[in-house]
């Protein structure tokens, strides 16, 4: 079973970028559609942006497109979303995933994949 372990969280202002990765271990990586997801304080788990097996493919939720950027490296096994032009409605945990089907269309809900790491918190600043 493949790993996921996520970093590059932190302290961000407004206005400000920043990059989070995703390293996966163990396990396939290249024949998966790979996502991130944030968590809120008290609110559910929610999609932000997902890239198919191939990188060829993204998808974003509406409220980061044009500010956000996945992307993947499957000779690394490593996934990236570059987050710019930061607000502090960016504040949350943010989760890599692996969806369960390979090669499968990218999905948009947290069931869809089976797959976590643990998470990697940003804060926004105003």
């Known amino acids: 079973q493949v790993q996921l372990m996520e970093s590059g969280g932190g302290l961000v202002q407004a206005g400000g970028s920043l990059e989070l990765s995703c390293a996966a271990s163990?396990?396939?990586?290249?024949?998966?559609?790979m996502a991130w997801f944030l968590q809120a304080p008290g609110k559910e788990r929610r999609f932000v942006a997902a890239v198919n097996w191939s990188g060829r493919e993204t998808y974003y939720t509406d409220t980061v497109k044009g500010r956000f950027t996945i992307s993947r490296d499957n000779t690394k096994n490593m996934m990236y979303l570059r987050m710019s032009s930061q607000t502090p409605e960016d504040t949350a945990d943010y989760y890599c995933?692996?969806?369960?089907?390979?090669?499968?269309?990218?999905?948009?809900?947290?069931?869809?994949?089976?797959?976590w790491g643990q998470g990697t918190r940003v804060t926004g600043s105003s």
């Open positions: 995933a692996r969806q369960a089907r390979p090669f499968g269309s990218p999905r948009l809900r947290p069931h869809d994949y089976n797959t």
């Open positions: 163990v396990g396939t990586f290249s024949t998966f559609t």
